[in-house]
């Protein structure tokens, strides 16, 4: 029986029947795998360019080529166009579109409310807390520094709540001068109100706001004949003034964003300069995913639309590119943000000498970057004629394992491809039902849990399987391949040397029947041993957070008829869970709500 040919997509016909409304334009090719996404204030006009012009370039001509069917999405204006591609663009990531490769949520500075004594922290994912956050900083290194000078100017406490509930006396923090141990009340709740007040104000960016206040109450102090006080504050005034003098960048007098975008041999960098309130928050650097023909002025415009699409927006953006719908995008960040946001490009003076330092920062990145790409290439190139493959492999998959003493068992896996890490596909798997140490167990246990999927016909088939141990580890990966009923992925053992020095390793090609001593010289040993490290690392990463929060847990909770408050107070009264091991029955009895029967349990509990 002969399959039925397939039919080409009639463009033209697609063009006759749309409407000149502004709107969002979506194609799909024959496997309805999404192609690219656009927006356009006229559609017709729009999407007749791509099937009415006789020449196109090679991207856009190699994009048609596959289009199979298309949807189109009327919106009211061109704003909600822009808005609704940008956001179709980040979460369904198409094949032709510029897409910004940032997966990583970024770090704020948590201030709890609703207590007597609220805390700073350092916070990353969902803002559902209770209480403010302020950001979001460009690096952990930026919230870590602040908090830093958070606990040297004002001393609001930066403990957990746990640890702050459960102190009988001050901890070294109020020893070296950093906290005013509101957890025996040595600071009044109305003075560490105060202190709270100005580090939002501070962390608002009201720094000499908190300074006129703090002198005001410096003045009051001293007239009052408060000289311990008024030195006190003195000495915080110095070290505001000290701090505006160290941090604050001349010209840098508003909130803004500096970006700049430099393109080479296929590969962007957009590098972005934060300021907020005449303060240096640091840089961080872009590389997004574009076709080989993007200008700078199509990666910047995706990236505004992109980047600023779910984070609070400054009220300046300074970029080192223009394009037509500069305006239109300038007046949605706006909408958005609740207050004025320019686009700037023809700026003088000092914002002119932040866009050049902006394209300094880009263009040595990408400068770094395709030096690494280039050393990674040669290094895959070297791998596929170590282990004698017909091209380089394009998937690289490796698992590790991690436990102290068979506790908290976490197996890894990372993957690699010709651009480096894909961190976005990495895994982890919680290891439960083995017997405690066995690594073999837990090795075929998180490999038929990853594989399974592959035999189902979902997920993506690794080319090599690295294997971090000897033969009976790679024994289980192959046990389960075939369990699995999965061939065509090559499994390699890699095995310490004998005195587990670096470059000794020895790679285990079991259905090969044979092993390679590379060498400390070769790039392909090189290759294989910063995968198997990171698998290393995020095993170890895994299984530390999963050990703590297991030890974290107390045993007083599996005693019924202990609940919160009861677990508190009995902590608090015996100074821990050791104090409350080493507590007999009678002493437990003296804690207002144990009877005698709940103190018999809990000493058998602990002691059981």
Known sequence: MQSSPVV?????????????????YRYFDAGDELLYVGKAGNLKKRVSSYFLRPKMEPRIAAMVSQIARAEIT???????????????????????????????????????????????????????????????????????ESLNLMQKLFKVRQCEDSYFR??????????????????????????????VRHVQMFLEGRSSAVIDELAASMDAASRALQFERAALLRDQVAALRQLQAQHH????????????????????CVSVLFFRDGISLGTRDFFPRLPWDASPADVLATFVAQYYLDR????????????????????????????????????????????????????ASLTARLASRQTLGTRFDDLQKLLD????????????????????????????????????????????????????????????????????GEGARPDLLLIDGGHGQVKQALDVLQELGLS???????????????????????????????????????????????AHRFAISGHRRRREKKRERSSLEEIAGVGARRRSELLKAFGGLAGVEAA???????????????ATRIYDHLHG
């Open 8 to 24: 080409p997509f009639d463009g033209k016909a697609l063009v006759r029947n749309l409407t000149t409304s502004p709107g969002v």
């Open 74 to 144: 009327l919106t009211r204006t061109e704003g909600e166009a822009l808005l609704l591609e940008a956001q179709l663009i980040k979460s369904l990531k198409p094949r032709y579109n510029i897409l910004l490769r940032d997966d990583k949520s970024y770090p704020y500075i948590y201030l709890s409310t609703g207590e007597a004594y609220p805390r700073l922290a350092f916070h990353r994912g969902a803002k559902n807390l209770p209480g403010k956050f302020f950001g979001p900083f460009p690096s952990t290194y930026a919230v870590r």
């Open 166 to 195: 459960n102190r009988s006396r001050p901890c070294l923090q109020y020893q070296i001068g950093r906290c005013t141990a509101p957890c025996v009340e040595l600071i009044s709740a109305q003075d560490y109100a105060a202190d």
């Open 249 to 268: 960048i001349q010209g840098a007098n508003a909130d803004m964003d500096v970006i700049a975008c430099r393109i080479e041999s296929g590969l962007a």
């Open 312 to 363: 609070p927006v400054p009220r300046e953006l300074i970029l080192t590119e223009a394009w037509p719908e500069i305006e239109l995008l300038a007046e949605l960040l706006s909408s958005q943000a609740g207050h004025g946001v320019e686009l700037k490009t023809r700026v003088r003076g000092d914002r002119a000498r932040f866009l050049q330092m902006a394209e300094r920062n880009a263009q």
């Open 389 to 456: 493959l017909s091209e380089p492999p394009k998937r690289i998959e490796c698992f590790d394992i991690s436990h102290t003493m068979g506790e908290a068992t976490v197996a890894s896996c990372v993957v690699f491809g010709p651009e480096g890490a894909e961190k976005s596909h990495y895994r982890r798997f919680n290891i439960a039902g083995i017997t405690p140490g066995d690594d073999y167990a837990a090795m075929h246990q998180a490999l038929t849990r990853r594989f399974r999927k592959v035999a189902e």
């Open 488 to 534: 065509g992925i090559l499994v390699v053992g890699v095995a310490k040397g004998p005195a587990r020095k670096a470059g000794e390793e020895t790679l285990i090609l079991a259905q090969a029947g044979r092993e390679v001593h590379p060498g400390p010289g070769s790039p392909a040993l090189h290759l294989v041993a910063a995968v198997r490290d990171e």
């Open 584 to 598: 007999g029955v009678e002493e437990l009895m003296r804690i207002k709500g144990v009877s005698r029967e709940l």
